[in-house]
């Protein structure tokens, strides 16, 4: 049964994790298994305070520290059931990873970076996991602590084309919303950033 084939209510938060000093510096993460740093963790307490827990059922997100961290200091506020899923990890961007814009620029014109994951399976896993998720709690409102590359394809798969990847910037810390119903997924908000200072 394919996400579009049930008629159930599932509302789905998505949060980019906060800054790491890889962000700050404009360096591709991917993999890379980076930490917050003061800043990221400031911007996830704001989250915390913001979110209300009687709003969500779940808190789910990307083992990669940056997101699992930000997951947890979220969920000091809101005390939710919390699950890591491989599926939400940061898509692999191999060689480039650790290079600012201007020397990926230099090296890789063409955006063409060796050894990182293809675009088409990097899509695939993630809308993947969204549909085990919403087997998985169907009616239910999930928290997802995430990245920015999978969010973005989030809500570019669930807007056919209109945001998300190629054409929207997520800041980190920033909170978008989807809903799956009547058989529909609709992008209901993205890049909301009113909750941080």
């Not at 970076?113 to 999930?142: A, N, S, Y």
């Amino acid at each position: 049964m394919t996400l579009r084939e049930r008629g159930t209510i599932t509302t789905v938060c998505l949060i980019r994790h906060g800054e790491t000093d890889w962000n700050a510096q404009g360096k591709l993460q991917g993999k890379t298994d980076i930490p917050l740093n003061n800043t990221g963790r400031k911007q996830a307490e704001e989250c915390g305070t913001f979110l209300n827990a009687d709003d969500y059922d779940v808190l789910i997100c990307s083992p990669l520290q940056r997101a699992k961290e930000t997951a947890t200091i979220i969920n000091r506020h809101l005390g939710l059931p919390f699950i890591e899923m491989d599926d939400f990890k940061e898509r692999s961007f191999g060689d480039a990873e650790g290079m600012t814009i201007e020397e990926r620029f230099q090296v890789y014109p063409d955006k063409q970076f060796p050894h990182q994951e293809e675009r088409e399976g990097f899509k695939k896993r993630v809308m993947t996991g969204l549909e085990k998720v919403t087997q998985q709690f169907p009616k239910q409102r999930i928290l997802l602590v995430a990245h920015g590359a999978v969010i973005n394809v989030i809500l570019s798969e669930l807007s056919n084309g209109e945001v998300g990847s190629g054409i929207t910037k997520l800041m980190n810390g920033c909170i978008s919303n989807v809903q799956f119903q009547d058989q529909t997924w609709k992008v209901h908000n993205y890049n909301q950033i009113e909750h941080l200072s």
